[in-house]
């Protein structure tokens, strides 16, 4: 890291965003026109357009006593490209705008667009908009991200019928015990500056929360595999949140199963060291942004070759509810805090 | 305005954004998905898709001590549109973010969106995403406008050539001093909240900072006229620096004249008033909104019978640089800030 400061002031508002957008290159053909005018162009040719915005708050979103802001510029864009995926189409362009203080330098946001850059390259995605301004205090980020899909071909969290295989990618609840793990470290930094943090063995956790990824992986495999899911979201608020949403926007319920959620063992480590339930945090923690999706049982042998994702469960008539059953075999109702929040739950 | 207050807490996150949006009715073919999925869709069918985005900060870009929230939810469609048709293009759908302190109850932000809906209305734009968030201090706001044009049929700011003639809608110079006029009326306030704003006859100036139009007429004219401007730009950072911008990505210079320069009687007025100049205030106020663009000389004729288009100049080698006429016919170097912005001027 350097350790120059050169302040904001000195290069002007078009200057710095000229400094910081210099060395773009368009990955798509579908950028025509990107920083420097009145607005963006772009032409996707004969596809639909997927559009998905975000604001991300300093001390709300992120904390940047504990995230380093390449990080933080690699996270906006997955966290937004990982909606367009969730809609089943690709993502081609994006556009940032952010507000900041004079407490960040020029070199301080280089570093946020190296992430941004690195992002954008993982995902192939075009920066082509930006805004950059001052704020009162702290960083503020807006993120809009831009995707194309064949026609009609996106798909919508309302699709899910009865009888569908319920499906998540990945694991869940890592990143929710990377929180808890920086917000202790950080509380015993403010106590006690002298003590440095014991992220030791903790890498899985920690970088599931500072660095996700985007499941590109997924949407590329559906392709391949000829999979269309009846619907989709990415997993943001936690499991359990995301399923109630698609079963009322279904209008169906869920059945999903305690020994089938996929839980990596770094989290079930973590969540021990931490005296909390790995079911708990996989249902509840949020900011997985793991795709969960639903496909028609005949489907089920086209998933067999991909064993990054889980048949969690199937879906339901909605009078039936959402519920999971645990591994005792009890059957708990769902709520968007996970089951049964305030008072632990029965296995 | 009710006097009723609701806390957002009360609705939730998913109830209030679906108390926001309930209403929304498509005005578009092209918006096929709005709201309340991971992402929107649009298509427009052959049509390029132009984007801008925009981000506005409570105590940077407005004051809410003298600004109603619903003509702030007009103004932030506008001025987000008003870059849509600074491309020659026709807005079709916004997302738009915000963030706020508890301090904002669901009442105020029904206000809010009250003018966005006015706007868009106005625009025939469709609100078609949203994120609503909390913020640690304040109002924030992201903006991003979407718009349509045919294909390659966008005017950028490159485009003007040595003998194009230089023309802005409008008057310029009003927000500016509307600005100064509620700053003046907020510092007596703060000083003694007795006294009552005194606002009489400077309607016009005020209408100007706190709701301001984009300039959809005009646009729509150049399509009846069968004009297509060489270069174009929206007056936002005021006259001068958008010139100046104009000159610089179009390789050109520019001669303007301040007897040319449209100025309300209203806006001279309330120069006088505040001890400032008049065309000062209209070269390097901002917030006007208006278009600045080039046409060629050949098509001057066509713009002869739309008198609310007002030729101010001609471009220029690059060499020449970018100068003012004065009235008293003295040749200024232009400069960001107006032209000689500390020393006052010639005449």
Known sequence: MSQERTEVGSLGEFGLIEHLTKNIEFQNASSLLGVGDDAAVIDHYGKQTVLTNDLLIEGVHFD????????????????????????????????????FSNRFSVEALDEFYEGVYAACARYGVDLIGGDTTSSQK??????????????????????????????????????????????????IYLENPQIQPDLEGEKYIVGRLLKPEARKD????????????????????GLSSEVLHLCKQSGVGAVLYEDKLPIHDDTRQAAFKFNSEATACALSGGEDYELLFTIPQDDYEKIGNMNDISVIGYITDAEAGAHIVTKGGNKHALTAQGWNAFGGHGS
Do not use: W
């Open 138 to 187: 702290g960083f503020i980020i807006s993120c809009t991200a831009i995707g194309e899909v064949a026609p009609d071909q996106y798909v919508q969290r309302s699709g899910a019928r009865k009888g569908d295989l319920l499906c998540v990618s990945g694991d869940l609840g890592a990143a929710y015990l990377g929180l808890l793990l920086m917000e202790r470290e950080k509380k």
């Open 218 to 237: 997924i949407v590329e495999f559906f392709a391949t595999a000829g999979i269309r899911p009846t619907a989709m979201v990415d997993v943001s608020d």
């Open 64 to 99: 940047l006593m504990y995230t380093p802001l390449r990080h933080l510029g690699y996270k906006t864009v997955a966290v937004n490209v990982s909606d367009i995926y969730a809609m089943n189409a690709t993502p081609t362009q994006i556009l940032i705008g952010i507000a």
